[in-house]
């Protein structure tokens, strides 16, 4: 099974792209709630509210609904939690649609 992984990796370059970036923004965004957080305890300057939602945009969702949840961040505020979650759907439905048997025809020609 992990052979066959490997392989769609080697077939499809774009997907080895993908993982990177996606892993890279999950992580920064998840990484900037944590610094948010801290921020927000010691009452220092914060990240503007506008970043996070970028940063979550640009494909960080994952990132910022664990981040959410695993600093108690911006938890109370409904719009945050329910724009990460959007953000997130958005982008599975954007990589079911490159990855669909389709999409792929289509990205190869």
Same mark, same amino acid.
């Given at each position: 099974m992990l052979d066959n992984f490997f392989q769609f990796l080697v077939?499809?370059?774009?997907?080895?792209?993908?993982?990177?970036?996606? *892993?890279c923004m999950n992580l920064l965004c998840f990484s900037l709630y944590g610094c948010d957080k801290a921020s927000a305890r010691a009452q220092t300057s914060r990240i503007s509210e506008k970043t996070l939602h970028g940063w979550a945009l640009a494909g960080g969702a994952l990132g910022a609904v664990c981040g959410q *949840?695993?600093?108690?961040?911006?938890?109370?505020?409904t719009f945050f939690r329910w724009f990460a979650w959007l953000c997130f759907a958005i982008h599975v439905v954007l990589l079911l649609q490159i990855f669909s048997a389709k999409g792929l025809t289509s990205l190869a020609s």
């Open positions: 077939n499809h370059p774009l997907a080895l792209f993908l993982i990177a970036y996606y *892993s *949840s695993w600093f108690r961040h911006k938890t109370q505020k």
